[in-house]
């Protein structure tokens, strides 16, 4: 599929009618800085922006079938051998990319189908979803300008540290964790 503004348009009115207003706005300001790492760090601005404005697109929608339907065509996808439905959504939201837009980037389905996690060895586009994902502006917490400020100077050294405080807050939480998370983290400190 080749990104042209007319089409990138038309998907940004496709996603807003597909989810709320809130996570709308989230969305793009996850756009908003995954454009921004990539022209800074010199990668794929058109690749990550689009991974950006679909990864949250099966948010609001049913999305066990569209999940399995992904897992039919690319594989077996681990967040549907887990108990964390909230997971579902990113391989959901990377098949109705494919299916229905006819997205045939396979960095960009592999970043929206990993976002909320990432896997080993993950892309420059999936590292900037993980990135712009975490610290988009609509995002207020303790210590989100320092991982922001961060991000932009090191891509991949902000990343293990936001995947660091991913894994503490979670653990704090008492909250279950999915493995990917802390494989990503390895991936990359293994480096």
Same mark, same amino acid.
């Given at each position: 599929?080749?990104?042209?503004?007319?089409?990138? %348009?038309?998907?940004?009115?496709?996603? *807003?009618?597909?989810?709320?207003?809130?996570?709308?706005?989230?969305?793009?300001?996850?756009?908003?800085?995954?454009? *921004? /790492?990539?022209?800074? #760090?010199?990668?794929?601005?058109?690749?990550?922006?689009?991974?950006?404005?679909?990864? !949250?697109? %099966?948010?609001?929608?049913? =999305?066990? *079938? &569209?999940?399995?339907?992904?897992? /039919? =065509?690319?594989? &077996? #996808?681990?967040? /549907?051998?887990?108990?964390?439905?909230?997971?579902?959504?990113?391989?959901?939201?990377?098949?109705?990319?494919?299916?229905?837009?006819? =997205? &045939? !980037?396979?960095?960009?389905? @592999?970043?929206?189908?990993?976002?909320?996690?990432?896997?080993?060895?993950?892309? @420059?586009?999936?590292?900037?979803? /993980?990135?712009? @994902?975490?610290?988009?502006?609509?995002?207020?917490?303790?210590? =989100? &300008?320092?991982?922001?400020?961060?991000?932009?100077? !090191?891509?991949?050294?902000?990343?293990?540290?936001?995947?660091?405080?991913?894994?503490?807050?979670?653990?704090?939480?008492?909250?279950?964790?999915?493995?990917?998370?802390?494989?990503?983290?390895?991936?990359?400190?293994? *480096?």
């Amino acid at each position: 599929m080749k990104v042209t503004a007319e089409t990138f %348009s038309r998907i940004t009115n496709l996603v *807003e009618s597909r989810i709320t207003p809130k996570r709308f706005l989230h969305t793009l300001g996850v756009l908003q800085t995954a454009v *921004e /790492l990539a022209d800074i #760090h010199g990668k794929d601005v058109w690749r990550a922006s689009l991974a950006a404005l679909l990864h !949250d697109s %099966s948010k609001a929608t049913n =999305v066990n *079938e &569209d999940a399995k339907k992904f897992a /039919l =065509v690319f594989g &077996d #996808h681990p967040y /549907l051998e887990t108990e964390m439905p909230q997971l579902l959504h990113a391989p959901a939201g990377a098949w109705w990319a494919y299916a229905e837009l006819k =997205v &045939d !980037d396979g960095e960009v389905l @592999d970043a929206i189908a990993w976002h909320p996690t990432g896997h080993r060895n993950p892309s @420059d586009t999936l590292l900037i979803l /993980l990135a712009a @994902d975490y610290c988009e502006p609509t995002r207020d917490f303790p210590g =989100v &300008d320092e991982i922001r400020a961060f991000v932009r100077r !090191d891509l991949r050294g902000g990343v293990k540290e936001l995947l660091r405080r991913k894994l503490e807050y979670v653990q704090n939480t008492g909250r279950p964790l999915h493995p990917s998370t802390q494989e990503t983290l390895l991936s990359l400190e293994g *480096e």
